[in-house]
């Protein structure tokens, strides 16, 4: 079993930046690759970024590749996402997700998730 929760969401202005935490418990964090996903209303959940057990490759949806970036404090069991450059068509529930084998790109391939933190770009 592990336990995700992520924190550091809200409002922000467009151009603003966020960084949100995910703290994680349970099984050996430092062994698995880790994704941030995101969720708007009415929309398929999809990936945003993810980062292997090391922290030495990371990985990046389309449509924030260069203003977001992952990284991890395996001392800490911490997963983090640097938002900036935010802009209104980046709200939605953010989550983090551990996976366990598959293409880190699908939902499918990560087996537990975090309750969600919900960001809100204003323009």
């Known amino acids: 079993q592990v336990q995700l929760v992520e924190s550091g969401g809200g409002l ?8 949100l935490s995910c703290a994680a418990s349970g099984r050996s ?3 698995y690759f880790m994704g941030w996903f995101r969720q708007a209303p009415g929309k398929e959940r999809e ?7 090391s922290g ?3 990985y990046y949806g389309d449509s924030v590749r260069g203003r977001f970036t992952i990284s991890r404090d395996n001392a800490k069991n911490t997963v983090y996402l640097q938002m900036n ?4 068509e ?3 529930a953010y989550y983090c ?3 366990t084998s598959g ?3 699908y939902r499918e391939s990560y087996d537990y998730w975090g309750q969600g933190t919900q960001v809100t770009v204003s323009s």
């Open 85 to 88: 450059s935010l802009k209104p």
């Open 103 to 105: 293409n880190f790109y």
């Open 12 to 19: 922000v202005q467009a151009g603003g930046s966020l960084r």
């Open 90 to 92: 980046d709200t939605a």
């Open 29 to 31: 964090f430092s062994s």
């Open 47 to 53: 990936f945003v970024a993810g980062i292997d057990w």
């Open 97 to 99: 997700a551990s996976r």
């Open 56 to 58: 030495d490759n990371s």
